[in-house]
Protein backbone atom coordinates (compact mmCIF):
# COMPACT_ATOMS: atom_id res chain seq x y z
CA UNK A 1 0.00 0.00 0.00
CA UNK A 2 1.51 3.50 -0.68
CA UNK A 3 0.93 6.62 1.56
CA UNK A 4 -2.12 7.84 2.49
CA UNK A 5 -3.49 10.95 -0.17
CA UNK A 6 -4.30 13.51 2.11
CA UNK A 7 -7.51 14.84 0.49
CA UNK A 8 -11.08 14.77 1.66
CA UNK A 9 -12.50 14.42 -1.75
CA UNK A 10 -10.17 11.21 -2.76
CA UNK A 11 -10.40 7.96 -0.83
CA UNK A 12 -6.55 6.93 -0.06
CA UNK A 13 -5.49 4.56 -3.05
CA UNK A 14 -2.95 3.11 -4.97
CA UNK A 15 -2.65 3.79 -8.69
CA UNK A 16 -4.63 1.20 -10.76
CA UNK A 17 -4.47 -0.13 -14.16
CA UNK A 18 -6.80 2.33 -15.54
CA UNK A 19 -5.29 5.35 -14.25
CA UNK A 20 -1.35 4.15 -15.17
CA UNK A 21 -3.13 3.37 -19.07
CA UNK A 22 -4.31 7.20 -18.79
CA UNK A 23 -0.89 8.20 -17.44
CA UNK A 24 0.49 6.55 -20.87
CA UNK A 25 -2.31 7.49 -23.24
CA UNK A 26 -1.34 11.41 -22.00
CA UNK A 27 2.32 10.35 -22.40
CA UNK A 28 2.13 8.87 -26.28
CA UNK A 29 -0.52 12.04 -26.85
CA UNK A 30 1.52 14.65 -26.34
CA UNK A 31 -1.19 15.64 -23.16
CA UNK A 32 0.33 17.97 -21.13
CA UNK A 33 -2.78 18.77 -18.93
CA UNK A 34 -3.57 15.25 -18.52
CA UNK A 35 -0.41 14.17 -17.64
CA UNK A 36 0.22 16.51 -14.65
CA UNK A 37 -3.27 16.38 -13.86
CA UNK A 38 -2.74 12.39 -13.36
CA UNK A 39 0.36 13.14 -11.47
CA UNK A 40 -1.01 15.75 -9.31
CA UNK A 41 -3.99 13.08 -8.41
CA UNK A 42 -0.79 11.00 -6.86
CA UNK A 43 -0.45 8.60 -9.56
CA UNK A 44 3.81 7.93 -9.69
CA UNK A 45 5.33 9.19 -13.39
CA UNK A 46 7.57 6.06 -12.97
CA UNK A 47 4.36 3.91 -13.04
CA UNK A 48 4.47 0.60 -15.61
CA UNK A 49 1.86 -0.61 -17.33
CA UNK A 50 1.16 -4.47 -17.69
CA UNK A 51 3.78 -4.36 -20.07
CA UNK A 52 6.51 -2.88 -18.18
CA UNK A 53 6.22 0.35 -20.33
CA UNK A 54 6.75 3.67 -18.88
CA UNK A 55 5.10 7.37 -19.99
CA UNK A 56 8.58 8.00 -20.94
CA UNK A 57 8.25 4.88 -23.11
CA UNK A 58 5.22 6.32 -24.92
CA UNK A 59 6.27 9.93 -25.00
CA UNK A 60 10.19 8.78 -26.31
CA UNK A 61 8.83 6.53 -29.03
CA UNK A 62 6.18 9.21 -30.24
CA UNK A 63 8.79 11.89 -30.11
CA UNK A 64 7.23 14.05 -27.27
CA UNK A 65 9.95 16.26 -26.18
CA UNK A 66 8.11 18.40 -24.35
CA UNK A 67 6.37 15.53 -21.90
CA UNK A 68 10.28 13.56 -22.48
CA UNK A 69 11.37 17.18 -20.31
CA UNK A 70 8.68 17.07 -18.20
CA UNK A 71 8.99 13.88 -17.36
CA UNK A 72 12.95 14.40 -16.62
CA UNK A 73 12.48 17.06 -14.54
CA UNK A 74 10.07 15.25 -12.50
CA UNK A 75 12.88 12.41 -11.74
CA UNK A 76 12.04 9.51 -13.85
CA UNK A 77 13.85 6.65 -14.60
CA UNK A 78 16.02 7.67 -17.73
CA UNK A 79 16.63 3.17 -17.64
CA UNK A 80 13.64 2.42 -16.92
CA UNK A 81 12.85 -1.34 -19.09
CA UNK A 82 9.47 -2.45 -20.16
CA UNK A 83 9.24 -6.50 -19.93
CA UNK A 84 11.24 -7.25 -23.30
CA UNK A 85 14.27 -5.09 -21.76
CA UNK A 86 13.74 -1.87 -24.25
CA UNK A 87 14.75 1.71 -22.49
CA UNK A 88 13.16 4.79 -23.63
CA UNK A 89 16.16 5.42 -25.68
CA UNK A 90 15.48 2.33 -27.06
CA UNK A 91 12.73 3.42 -28.30
CA UNK A 92 13.27 7.02 -29.33
CA UNK A 93 16.57 5.52 -31.91
CA UNK A 94 13.91 3.19 -33.48
CA UNK A 95 11.76 5.43 -34.14
CA UNK A 96 14.18 8.30 -35.10
CA UNK A 97 13.59 11.25 -32.63
CA UNK A 98 16.26 12.64 -32.58
CA UNK A 99 15.92 15.89 -30.25
CA UNK A 100 14.40 12.97 -27.30
CA UNK A 101 17.29 10.67 -27.99
CA UNK A 102 19.92 13.95 -27.60
CA UNK A 103 17.83 14.74 -24.47
CA UNK A 104 17.57 10.93 -22.81
CA UNK A 105 21.03 10.45 -23.36
CA UNK A 106 21.93 14.33 -21.45
CA UNK A 107 19.50 13.40 -19.03
CA UNK A 108 21.68 10.13 -17.82
CA UNK A 109 20.22 7.17 -20.31
CA UNK A 110 22.62 4.58 -21.26
CA UNK A 111 23.24 4.14 -24.84
CA UNK A 112 24.77 0.37 -24.33
CA UNK A 113 21.91 -1.48 -23.02
CA UNK A 114 20.79 -4.90 -24.38
CA UNK A 115 16.90 -5.23 -24.69
CA UNK A 116 15.81 -9.20 -24.66
CA UNK A 117 16.75 -9.60 -28.58
CA UNK A 118 20.02 -8.46 -27.81
CA UNK A 119 19.66 -5.27 -29.49
CA UNK A 120 21.38 -1.71 -27.97
CA UNK A 121 19.94 1.93 -28.57
CA UNK A 122 22.59 2.27 -31.73
CA UNK A 123 21.42 -1.48 -33.29
CA UNK A 124 17.61 -0.51 -33.20
CA UNK A 125 18.62 2.81 -34.83
CA UNK A 126 20.94 0.77 -37.61
CA UNK A 127 17.79 -1.55 -38.20
CA UNK A 128 15.65 1.15 -39.26
CA UNK A 129 18.48 2.93 -41.64
CA UNK A 130 18.26 5.85 -38.71
CA UNK A 131 21.87 7.06 -39.44
CA UNK A 132 21.33 10.84 -37.82
CA UNK A 133 19.74 9.25 -34.58
CA UNK A 134 23.61 6.91 -34.35
CA UNK A 135 25.27 10.51 -35.74
CA UNK A 136 23.44 12.21 -32.52
CA UNK A 137 24.35 9.78 -30.03
CA UNK A 138 28.15 9.64 -30.96
CA UNK A 139 27.77 13.40 -30.57
CA UNK A 140 26.31 13.86 -27.43
CA UNK A 141 28.49 10.62 -26.35
CA UNK A 142 31.61 12.51 -27.50
CA UNK A 143 30.22 15.73 -25.37
CA UNK A 144 30.19 14.08 -22.49
CA UNK A 145 33.29 12.31 -22.84
CA UNK A 146 34.43 15.73 -23.61
CA UNK A 147 32.91 17.56 -20.77
CA UNK A 148 34.34 14.49 -17.86
CA UNK A 149 37.49 15.21 -19.41
CA UNK A 150 37.53 18.70 -19.01
CA UNK A 151 36.22 18.48 -15.41
CA UNK A 152 39.35 16.11 -14.13
Known amino acids: MGA ?3 SEEQPPQDATAETIDALLEAARYD ?17 KDSEGRTALHMASANGHLNIV ?30 EVVKRLILSGAEIS ?24 INEVAAQIDLARTQVS
Open 4 to 6: PVK
Open 31 to 47: DIDDLMSIASAGVSLDS
Open 69 to 98: DYLVRNGVDVNACNMEKNTPLHWASLNGHI
Open 113 to 136: PLNSHEKSPIDEALSRGKMDVIDA
